[in-house]
C-alpha cells in the first residue's frame, strides 16, 4: 500500500504509514505537510535503547534532505522484548510526492549497537504523479 513501509533489522521491526494533511498544506505555496505513524517492536530478546533517527527525505524534483538528532520526539525509549514504540511526527514537503526513508540507531544492554532500517515509503498528496 502506498505510503507504508515495513522493515526488520536484528529483531526489530519498523512498520510506518504516511498521510497526506490538506487542512496543513497550501498547494499555491507549494507547501504540503504530512503526517507519518511509526511503530517500533522488539521481537527479539533483548531490550533495545533508540538512540538515533537518520532520515533521508526526497521530493519530486529530487532535492534530498537529511535529518539527524538524537531520539525520535524527545524521547530516547527503552523498548523490552515483545514491546513496542509508536510515535507520531510530520515533514513538510515543497511539491506534492516524495519518499522518506532512513535508519534508527539502536543499543543493547550489552553495548552492541546497530541500526535499525527505515524502509522506503511514499509521501503523496492528491493527484500526485509517482
Known sequence: MPGTSEAVTQGVRVRVQAKFIPERSNAAANQFFF???VTIANEGDTAVRLLT????????RDQVEEVEGVGVVGET???E?????AYT???PLRTVFGT???TYGLVRPSGDTFHATIAPFTL???NAVQ
Do not use: L
Not at 53 to 60: L, P
Open 81 to 85: 522484548p515483545g514491546d513496542s514504540f
Open 53 to 60: 533517527r537518520h532520515w533521508i527525505i526526497t521530493d519530486a
Open 124 to 126: 503523496a498528496g492528491p
Open 77 to 79: 525509549p527503552v523498548i
Open 89 to 91: 511526527s510530520f515533514c
Open 100 to 102: 522518506m526513508r532512513g
Open 35 to 37: 503526517a507519518y505513524h
